[in-house]
């Protein structure tokens, strides 16, 4: 490969790392202008309370059971690499030992990810009580100063 054609392969990735790293724009007129100058679609809220409760069920009936059972996998499949790397004549291979580690650190960041996993759920489930109680809470210490309400 000659000199130029190295500098020609440079010059192509860099080409091809600069069109991957532009950001994109938001068109110029989308309607509704959002506070503050930004631009954007409505003014509600992203989702309804079916849709959170909804999510909330999709997490504990899917995405919980299958984190739970890839992590139960990786348990069985783990145990069975360890035991053919471990000791049979005294000493093991390090491999072993290496993989008990990797494992535990899986462990810990499996339950790390139930453990969000049971948060978000348990966020998207109260978030619209939050709101109503909110709400209410203005609602009853607007009515308690109002003149209209005490006539």
Request: net charge negative; aromatic share 6%; no cysteine.
């Amino acid at each position: 490969m000659s000199w130029e054609e190295w500098e020609q392969l440079k010059a192509t990735a860099a080409d091809r790392d600069t069109a991957r790293m532009q950001l994109n724009q938001v068109p110029a007129d989308q309607g509704a202008s959002a506070p503050g100058g930004a631009s954007g679609g409505t003014k509600d809220f992203a989702s309804s309370p079916a849709e959170k409760l909804a999510a909330a069920r999709a997490i504990e009936e899917h995405v919980e059971p299958d984190t739970r059972k890839s992590g139960d996998w990786a348990d069985e499949q783990t145990n069975a690499a360890v035991k053919a790397f471990g000791p049979k004549d005294g000493t093991g291979w390090i491999t072993a030992t290496a993989l008990q580690t990797a494992h535990s650190k899986w462990g810990e960041q499996v339950q790390t990810l139930m453990n969000r996993l049971a948060a978000e759920k348990a966020a998207l489930r109260s978030t619209n009580t939050l709101f109503q109680n909110t709400d209410l809470t203005i609602g009853l210490g607007v009515r308690s100063i109002s003149v209209i309400d005490s006539l």
